[in-house]
């Protein structure tokens, strides 16, 4: 646009922005780098980060942006645009399976387990199972806004199939899975993972787990279908090179198999709708949908209180970095004490739970400090509220829809847009054997028809 610009990057990410200017055609982009890191240092750290020198280049910072501003740019620094991907053969030279395992792995093409070798015959019965031809794109996927997106194929899909050790009549799950261009590793600090949750009767033909485990490594489908997804992440989406395209400080044991499982619809309350019909799609759609969070706790919280009322508790003091959303995952046998208690669908208990969960004054001070000066002036209800203390619970819910978008309409540009009245979902699953459920939050990013893929 012709406006002179410096980037100012954490010396942290030297390689992240180097690799990515290099990629996009400006080498010799001119950035500044502070010290690392910045999040939750005071103003006044920071304004002294600036008044020193870059902890790189051992220059003073404020000098280096008046350069880098004024400084004419010769005409290598005016190119831009992506380099394109080098082209990778479609066949290796053959090989013993240990050597050509050992290649796999020092390539990075594993997620650092055993793999199966995708022959071309393995390739080519995966194939056998989608109408679609195998040059055929299917969506296109990348670590992170910054980086470029690489397209890919049935082919290239079917070969992480095969490697993620799936049956051919999982592959069109899986395509539908991958047409969602979602990675499952995503380039942030803050180590994101990753959750496909698998509606319609697919879950029956492929027999999928919904029983005692779900959640657990103990059935083929469920496992190797969400392994898939991490293999396809790094061999087709650019993803998972640590300090380059992923970033997770301490990374994230979900992103194994990435949370994958179906939905009990046979253990639905009545009334309740599967996840996919509330998505839109009609009960005999085989669907995939998407979400993303960091975590999710297992709770098994005995109460005198019912339920709902226990849940309600834990979501009204649940904090992760801006929770504004939470997914539950419920036991046949919790949703059932739940729609017992006059809630007929679950959109009317996650309404109720959203109308009915506060925030914890410390949260919410912290995250309103316009609010925090009015309750200082006097003005209410805000100054009633300061008087509780930090203790106490504000009457204002994180779960309404409403004023900032969710954190996955920020991060992810293939989010749907159909969102519902409040960011809370609920999934039922599981065998029944206890009074389990599960919370994190996980937000939910879109669905995909498995059909179309068959």
């Not at 005071?42 to 220059?59: Q, S, T, V």
């Not at 839109?280 to 919280?301: C, E, H, Q, R, T």
């Not at 904090?319 to 997914?327: C, H, I, L, N, Y």
Request: proline share 8%; with cysteine; aromatic share 10%.
């Amino acid at each position: 646009m012709g406006i002179p610009a410096v980037p100012m990057i954490t010396q942290r990410f030297q390689e992240l922005v180097t690799t990515i200017s290099y990629k996009k055609g400006i080498p010799n982009m001119r950035i500044i780098y502070t010290p690392h890191p910045i999040t939750d240092r005071p103003a006044d750290l920071c304004r002294k980060y600036i008044a020193g020198n870059d902890p790189l280049a051992g220059r003073p910072m404020l000098e280096e942006i008046y350069a880098g501003l004024t400084k004419p740019l010769s005409a290598e620094d005016s190119k831009a645009g992506f380099l394109k991907r080098d082209p990778r053969p479609r066949l290796f030279e053959p090989n013993t399976p240990e050597k050509l395992m050992e290649f796999f792995h020092e390539q990075g093409f594993t997620d650092g387990n055993p793999v199966i070798l995708p022959t071309e015959k393995k390739v080519a019965e995966m194939l056998k199972a989608t109408s679609r031809k195998p040059d055929e794109w299917v969506g296109q996927m990348r670590p992170s806004p910054p980086h470029e997106a690489w397209y890919y194929t049935v082919e290239m899909v079917a070969v992480n199939a095969v490697m993620a050790g799936a049956k051919p009549e999982y592959f069109p799950t899986i395509l539908a899975l991958a047409s969602k261009g979602v990675t499952s590793l995503f380039s942030s600090t803050s180590s994101f993972a990753r959750m496909v949750v698998v509606n319609g009767p697919v879950v029956k033909e492929i027999e999928m787990n919904t029983g005692i485990g779900a959640m657990g490594p103990v059935s083929r489908a469920n496992s190797s279908i969400g392994r898939c997804w991490t293999l396809i992440s790094k061999n087709l989406g650019g993803s998972g090179k640590p300090g380059e395209t992923y970033l997770g400080s301490q990374g994230n044991p979900l992103n194994y198999g990435n949370l994958c499982f179906p939905e009990t619809e046979d253990g639905l309350p009545s009334g309740w709708n599967p996840l996919h019909v509330q998505k839109g799609f009609k009960k005999n759609d085989s669907v995939v949908s998407v979400f993303s969070g960091w975590s999710m706790s297992d709770i098994a919280w005995y109460s005198p209180l019912p339920n709902h009322q226990v849940i309600r508790g834990w979501l009204e003091h649940f904090f992760s970095f801006g929770t504004s959303q939470a997914t539950l995952v419920l036991d046949p046998i919790v949703a059932a004490d739940v729609a017992a208690n006059g809630f007929p669908t679950k959109e009317a208990y996650a309404k109720w739970l959203a109308e009915n969960t506060g925030t914890p004054g410390w949260l919410y001070w912290s995250q309103n400090q316009r609010a925090l000066e009015q309750a200082k002036k006097g003005v209410e209800p805000y100054a009633g509220w300061l008087k509780l203390g930090e203790g106490a619970v504000v009457p204002v819910s994180r779960y309404n829809r409403g004023g900032l978008p969710s954190r996955n309409t920020a991060f992810m540009a293939s989010k749907d847009t159909n969102e519902p009245a409040t960011s809370i979902e609920i999934v039922v699953t599981g065998g029944g054997t206890n009074t389990f459920w599960s919370g994190g939050d996980f937000g939910y990013v879109g669905s995909a028809s498995v059909d179309q893929w068959r």
